[in-house]
Antibody, heavy 124, light 111 residues
Framework: QVQLVQSGAEVKKPGASVKVSCKAS????????ISWVRQAPGQGLEWMGW????????NYAQKLQGRVTMTTDTSTSTAYMELRSLRSDDTAVYYC?????????????????WGKGTTVTVSS | QSVLTQPPSASGTPGQRVTISCSRG????????VYWYQQLPGTAPKLLIY???QRPSGVPDRFSGSKSGTSASLAISGLRSEDEADYYC????????????FGTGTKVTVL
């Protein structure tokens, strides 16, 4: 079955970096994209960006430009999200999700399979 | 960043129909598809509705989505206890930032 397995919880100090992995299985990795969404404690969902597993193209949320990098390793069907210069308000659960993007009667973009999430805690 | 506005809460008794609204401007809902995600307590979000009113395989037909102008709505008919969750609408935003925006979220309680 289609599955996304994320790496384990992380605790980081302010100013450090974190890299979260997301290993896909059960489908052709390069036929879809991978999106990242985070959720701060008790808060709503925040879109972080996407990466095409086909060609590596990325689109990052303007708020995170310059601090986030999304990559993929097609040999292992794994996606990565690195966030640098961590601050306390980066404390959140980080989700990866398989995404579909394209055009029919309009532009469509959505996430149909989600990982279980990785908790990242930023604390001194 | 654009925000899609949802009521913070909604409730109903088992068997009732509950409707959740989602509204914003023309740069997102007005010109793009709307999606709905369900997040059960302590779990990852799950796709509930895509392209305004389409249900993925496995989603019960008790859930339906609609869109009109710059507003969208999710209806849950025949409410069940397992529907108690947070629900988020989402849409692509065509403004300069070109971001995907989520709604503020609605907590549905089954009384």
């Amino acid at each position: 079955q289609v599955q996304l397995v994320q790496s384990g919880a992380e605790v980081k100090k302010p100013g450090a970096s974190v890299k979260v992995s997301c290993k896909a299985s059960g489908y052709t990795f390069t036929s879809y994209g991978i999106s990242w969404v985070r959720q701060a404690p008790g808060q709503g969902l925040e879109w972080m960006g996407w990466i095409s597993a086909y060609n590596g193209n990325t689109n990052y949320a303007q708020k995170l430009q310059g601090r986030v990098t999304m990559t993929t390793d097609t040999s292992t069907s794994t996606a990565y999200m690195e966030l640098r210069s961590l601050r306390s308000d980066d404390t959140a659960v980080y989700y990866c999700a398989r995404d579909l993007r394209g055009y029919d009667f309009g532009y469509y973009y959505y996430m149909d399979v989600w990982g279980k999430g990785t908790t990242v805690t930023v604390s001194s | 960043q654009s925000v899609l506005t949802q009521p913070p809460s909604a409730s109903g008794t088992p068997g009732q129909r509950v409707t959740i609204s989602c509204s914003r401007g023309s740069s997102n809902i007005g010109s793009n598809y709307v999606y709905w995600y369900q997040q059960l307590p302590g779990t990852a979000p799950k796709l509930l509705i895509y392209r305004n009113n389409q249900r993925p395989s496995g989603v019960p037909d008790r859930f339906s989505g609609s869109k009109s102008g710059t507003s969208a709505s999710l209806a849950i008919s025949g409410l069940r206890s397992e529907d108690e969750a947070d629900y988020y609408c989402a849409a692509w935003d065509d403004s300069l930032s070109g971001n995907y925006v989520f709604g503020t979220g609605t907590k549905v309680t089954v009384l």
